[in-house]
């Protein structure tokens, strides 16, 4: 089966082809550089960057695979969430494509391709606890196949990518700056205690990362040297952090030391992958029971207020079944192809994390101690493939297609903020 994947969510025009299962070409067309120069994605221009070159993109990954448009079986197309703009561009161009050639179309939802991509270089386990972590979204799922994922939890304002991107914004880094953040902290070392660890000390597994992000906005405002740093970094005047340690030679002295830079972009690294990790840990207590030795939220609340710096785990006081008022919540947040899940169900067999955020280099550490602790596999995305992409539209279709699932030309484009119908048509029982 020849599956063509269309990606136009967002500011990546992406497509790719997968033919059972094997990736054969792909073609990426990013419109950071426009949008950069507004420190952010201006819907608009995206809508017509993405109409702009659809065509010319489709062209060229058929050429790239040496196939022609007749050999499609599957169009498959994200169908949000994402920009109502640009899905449209996507969605306009797989139906016409769909109907010239008798292709199935098949409608992806954009946060379980993500999800799924983990499942392209190694085989994916279900049930499995996903995190998606991306410039728009921070959830977790409980994921049962690749058609059903229920929401478990979700971020109540800033994603995590965002608050990247705001604190780059903030220092006068470069859009998107979750990269540039990642790099220069590598470069640097982690203070745990320069900031807190947003919205752990409930039992809940939402988040909430505009504090962090508010708290990285204080630390910048009383510190202009790190703005400064950030302009030596975009101007490639900083004198690498190696050059300013090392004590034989003489610095440059027209290059600006950025190291106190790279150890506050250590520590928000950090900061940003252990509160996902308190919550992605927290989320599978309560789906395999507790890790040993990890302290209770009790613990936790206590240990903070006599002062300690809380930065290890934290997590529920027990495997607990969620409550009435959180089944209601459960139910709210079901239509992104989510239920209510009921409290016999098997544990889960491994953790998935996907979306841009699951590049960061300190996210993939703390995610894999916590595998490893939990003795489950971690399955994450290759870093390119973390963030948008046509391949992981087109595995995604793929794998859907041979469920034997599919949608009529009057499928729905859905903006973000909307849920996801899972409004499949079958074309043979599963
Ligand atoms: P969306 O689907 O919401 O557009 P993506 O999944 O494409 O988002 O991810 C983009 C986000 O990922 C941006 O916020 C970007 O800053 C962030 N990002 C990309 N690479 C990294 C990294 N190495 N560390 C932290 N954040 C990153
Ligand atoms: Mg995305």
Redesign the pocket.
């Known amino acids: 089966m020849l599956c063509l994947g269309i990606e136009t969510?967002?500011?990546?025009t992406a497509l790719a082809l997968v033919r059972d299962g094997v990736v054969i070409a792909d073609v990426m067309s990013s419109q950071a550089d426009v949008h950069a120069l507004f420190g952010g994605v201006v819907p608009e221009l995206a809508s017509r960057e993405h109409y702009r070159l659809i065509g010319a993109l489709c062209d060229e990954v058929l050429r790239r695979a040496g196939v022609t448009a007749a050999d499609i079986d599957v169009v498959a197309v994200a169908r949000g969430p994402?920009l109502l703009g640009s899905l449209l561009v996507g969605m306009g161009f797989a139906k016409g494509l769909a109907l010239a050639t008798g292709a199935r179309l098949v409608g992806v939802n954009?946060l379980h391709a993500?999800l799924l991509a983990a499942g392209i270089a190694a085989e994916m386990a279900y049930p499995a606890l996903g995190l998606l972590?991306?410039?728009?979204?921070t959830h977790i799922y409980r994921m049962e196949s690749p058609r059903r994922m229920s929401l478990l939890g979700r971020t109540l304002d800033d994603?995590?990518?965002?608050a990247?991107?705001k604190v780059?914004k903030q220092l006068g880094l470069a859009y998107?700056?979750?990269?540039t953040?990642?790099?220069l902290g590598r470069k640097g070392r982690v203070n745990p205690a320069m900031f807190p660890r947003p919205y752990v000390d409930n039992d809940n597994l939402d988040f909430s990362f505009s504090g962090l992000k508010t708290a990285a906005g204080l630390v910048v405002q009383a510190n202009p040297a790190l703005i400064e740093a950030a302009r030596a970094v975009m101007t490639g005047s900083a004198l690498s952090a190696d050059a300013s340690n090392a004590d034989d030679t003489e610095p440059d002295s027209t290059l600006t030391d950025v190291s106190s830079l790279c150890d506050m972009c250590a520590s928000f690294?950090h900061a940003?992958a252990d509160t996902l990790r308190i919550k992605l840990e927290r989320a599978l207590a309560r789906e395999n029971g507790p890790l040993p030795g990890t302290p209770t939220v009790a613990a936790r609340k206590k240990r903070k207020k006599s002062g300690a710096v809380v930065v290890d785990a934290g997590q529920a006081a027990s495997p607990c079944p969620p409550t009435v008022p959180e089944h209601a919540a459960l139910a709210a947040h079901a239509g992104q192809g989510g239920e209510v899940p009921d409290t016999h169900r098997a544990p889960v067999r491994a953790l998935v994390a996907a979306?841009?955020?699951a590049?960061?280099?300190y996210?993939r550490e703390a995610l894999g101690d916590l595998a490893m602790r939990a003795g489950l596999p971690l399955l994450l995305p290759t870093?390119a493939l973390?963030?948008?992409n046509g391949i992981m539209v087109a595995h995604a279709g793929w794998q859907l297609a041979s469920l034997g699932l599919w949608h009529d030309l009057a499928l729905e484009a859905i903006p973000r903020g909307r849920s996801i119908p899972d409004d499949f048509t079958m074309f043979r029982s599963v």
């Open positions: 969510s967002c500011d990546e994402g954009h993500h972590v991306s410039g728009g979204h994603a995590a990518g965002e990247f991107d780059a998107p700056g979750g990269r953040i990642d790099e690294n940003v979306g841009g955020v590049a960061n280099s996210v870093p973390c963030t948008d």
